[in-house]
């Protein structure tokens, strides 16, 4: 998502650096968020004389003061500051003899005295999560998802006597999304984004340039501390706000409701559209209609009769359960631990109680909330048991499932065991008989090795562009299934089997995948000729046929793959040896244009899990049905859950998250030059992950007259025409030589008469339909605009009149440098012809080069020393001679200038999914 900063805002680095104007800073609060504020504070140049923060609770230090007593800063830990509204005088001298400059509050639960706030030289800041003075008080950020706020974010504001009515220093805003919760806004914006700002706020103030901006009464709002009695669900609401009031109050107080005459909060809601999935009905206290009990959780139905649904159930005792399990959650019986299972249960034990050192004794009926652990706490338990106890990987929902002990080591037990294992996968398709088979389609995200919908229900219609038609409706994947789909890559990389697998088992699982992909060649041409109006044999032996023989190269990279050692100077009387290591980046990114849809994703994601990373991918939103496709066969070839994530829908949405999103480490991405740069930036705004780019291209084709004219004539037509012309490295320019201009263009039109235009299904077709509506409808305009500027259309330019999407093939001439369509690239079939003077070679390149792009170029000769001249002088990543779009799974591809940077294919596009490594050893 991308941020906006008003005025006051300015670029931050987290890089350390030490300004010229440095303070002495009183830190005041507490939390990790005040941790983090004080380690960046620190690291900048400023002095912190004195750290402020609430004493140890259950015997344990809040993380900011052991931040401080680790750096040796002196730290106070205060249970009050004031008794009946005046400072206690030795807390106040305490303060005073720090010396402070300015007093910095990230986060505090304590009231602190006028005295106090004051008495610095620059007074106090202070950190809101509100964009004040909207949602003044202690629950901010829960009201701006109760009032169903757009805009959330954060003020940094002077302290006065008022209640965050000081004046603002700055503030940031964010969006928020239809199912944003409290966690997701604070880990995605809030926490990160208000760490910087803390900072960079204590600069402007050291520096002189801090604004005081009175905050405008208009709009201004405060609500107090939502408590149990008051979150209980209203049902009179729409679904919208009841969404709203479960997830502001998701987790603390918790929303509720009565079932079966107890309360039971809601946690984890989401919009949902659609039907009303099918399920078992559940009374609901107060609920006009009964709530639905479903596979993926429990429906829930506004006043408006539009739905929402939560995920999981918690219950008076404490208990935790899928909403799903409503009707089955007491059905589990008590495993009888084996004697290896009882020293894994020993060491949980342990593990709990070095968490909860405030309990003598850790009993089976011992909660771990109700003991005093903190959701900090629940990260701790989870990497320990991952640390300790080999095999076993839980998630922090775990935790939450089963509070108690005796139900943790039975659930851990379990997990051990594989009962609790994902069932065998269940695939919802879209099926149609056609093409004398039977096609079965995915429509749904692909998520952690299952599919599913999309978390808040949307869909779109994926159209058939042949006719128009609906082919089938498929998942719209929101930015809780990015956040989702990466979280399961993230666990499949760090700590899954993939992680630890063999290279060489991991080439067995890619050769398996190509031979599942062989095996169904028919059925992935057909689908790929529904959704995207490739001609069937075309979709057989480039699609699909060059889907497999990438996967099959690159499966035999996956143990070859290595590093090298390196002389260094010795460390006498020592010795040295130098090594680098290939590693893998980690989650990838891949986002795939629509052109080929299939082969798009094999070109990219086969390198990137040759190189042994996990990767989400998005296909474009007009072709998904493939990706899905390769997405179940994926799981029959073995691949372990959470390696391949799939989700199809809006580049806007899906695409934009991903490019932000901090656990991606990097994003490959084919499409236009726009987009790329956009995704530049915010790979490079979020964390810097690495990019590699393949974007537009208007590619030159020279054609001298001492050309094989009849090859030149067939593939010339193959350059511009090839793939309906929705092809990257089509010839975006053709450059004839005067000499054969007019044959040349004269056989050309000949040729195109003889084309068959139709069904693509039909193994006579020459020429299928366009991608989709728009696609079309911007190619006829791009014809227009040749004609209004003087070209000469020689042939086609215009729909054919049929139903779908159809085009003619078209040829211009007489195109000059200036023109628009001799500078933009039209991604159809579209051939635009100039000619220049025999013998002018200098010329001809000058005017190919004349282009901000350089994807790929060709040149027709028999003159081998003039074809080799051309092709050093071309200032493209391919050159063609004598041929065109001869690609192969060997040869790097890839662009120069905006075209992109970055390989596909080949050895080299290895590098794009690799870190080197150094390793120095002495001895």
Known sequence: MLWTANQFIRKFSTTTIYYQNKLRLAI?????????????????????????????????????????????????????????????????????????ELNVLPFCSQFIPMDVIDHPKHGSIIYHPSLLPRHRGASAINWTLIEGDKKAGFSIFWADDGLDTGPILLQRECSVEPNDTVDSLYNRFLFPEGIKAMVEAVQLVADGKAPRVTQPEEGASYEGIQKKENSKISWDKSAEALHNWIRGHDKVPGAWAVIGGQAVNFYGSSLLEGSVPAGEPLEIEGASRPGTVTKNGLVLFGSDGKMLMVRNLQFEDGRMIPASKYFSSGESTTVELTAEEQMIAEEIKSIWKGILSNVPKIENSTDFFKSGAASMDVVRLVEEIKQKCSGLQLQTEDVYMATKFEDFIQMSVRRLRGEDKEEELVVDYATKNVNNMTVNMPYQCFINGAFMDAEDGKTYDTMNPTDGSVICKVSYASVADVDKAVAGAKEAFENGDWGRMNPRDRGQLMYRLADLMEEHQEELATIEALDSGAVYTL?????????????????????????????????????????????????????????????????????????????????????PLTALKFAELTVKAGFPKGVINILPGSGGLVGQRLSEHPDIRKLGFTGSTPIGKQIMKSCAVSNLKKVSLELGGKSPLIIFSDCDLEKAVRMGMGAVFFNKGENCIAAGRLFVEESIHDEFIRRVVEEIKKMKIGDPLDRSTDHGPQNHKAHMEKLLEYCEIGVKEGATLVYGGKQVPRPGFFMYPTVFTNVEDHMFIAIEESF???????????????GVLQRANNTEYGLASGVFTKDISKAMLVSERLQAGTVFVNTYNKTDVAAPFGGFKQSGFGKDLGEESLHEYLRTKAVTVEY
């Open 828 to 842: 159809g079939p579209v051939m635009v012809v100039s000619k220049f003077k025999d013998g002018d070679i200098e």
């Open 539 to 623: 979709a057989l032996k480039t699609h699909v046929g060059m889907s497999v023989q990438t996967f099959r190269y690159f499966a035999g990279w996956c143990d070859k793959i290595q590093g090298s050692t390196i002389p260094i100077n010795q460390a006498r009387p020592n010795r040295n040896l130098t090594f680098t290591k290939k590693e893998p980046l980690g989650v990838c990114a891949i986002i795939i244009p629509w052109n080929y849809p299939l082969m798009m994703l094999a070109w990219k994601s086969a390198a990137c899990l040759a190189a042994g990373n996990t990767l989400v991918l998005k296909p474009a939103q007009v072709t």
């Open 28 to 100: 005041i609060g507490q939390s990790l968020f005040g941790q983090e504020v004080y380690s960046q504070l620190r690291k900048n140049g400023h002095k912190v004389v004195g750290v402020f923060t609430v004493p140890d609770k259950d015997g344990k230090a809040d993380p900011l003061a052991v931040a401080a007593e680790k750096d040796g800063t002196p730290v106070f830990k205060f249970p009050r500051w004031r008794v009946k509204g005046k400072a206690i005088a030795e807390v106040l001298e305490a303060y005073k003899s720090t010396g402070a």
